[in-house]
């Protein structure tokens, strides 16, 4: 069964740092593609970052030379770290891999950043 377990969420204060961390297990391929995506309560998911195997990344706007994307294809692993974060950043943070028509999805992790 494929799990993708996500950590490193947390309270942080606005203009602080956090490295979010996502780790696949039960699987015997590689993901095609790996990313990040964040929901606030009352509001669709929206995409943060998205990395496919290749080393191709798409950043939103709203954290382009903020937040970096990296995966480590071997571990299919994927991290988010998170500089200059703002009280708009605050959501549950959530992981995805996605493999042909298939998209596995992390439990996700809290992210509340302060003012």
């Keep these: 069964q494929v799990q993708l377990v996500e950590s490193g969420g947390g309270l942080v204060q606005a203009g602080g740092s956090l490295r979010l961390s996502c780790a696949a297990s039960g699987i015997t391929f590689s993901f095609?593609?790996?990313?990040w995506y964040r929901q606030e309560p009352?509001?669709?998911r929206e995409?943060?970052?998205?990395?496919?195997s290749g080393g191709s990344?798409?950043?939103?706007?709203?954290?382009?030379?903020?937040?970096?994307?990296?995966?480590?294809?071997?571990?299919n692993t994927v991290y988010l770290q998170m500089n200059s974060l703002k009280p708009e950043d605050t959501a549950v943070y959530y992981c995805r891999g996605d493999y042909g028509p298939y998209r596995y999805w992390g439990q996700g992790t809290q992210v509340t950043v302060s003012s």
Aim: charge should be positive; avoid cysteine; glycine fraction near 10%.
């Design 42 to 44: 009352g509001k669709q």
């Design 32 to 35: 095609n593609a790996m990313g």
């Design 47 to 52: 995409l943060v970052a998205t990395m496919t």
């Design 57 to 75: 990344t798409n950043y939103a706007d709203s954290v382009k030379g903020r937040f970096t994307i990296s995966r480590d294809n071997a571990k």
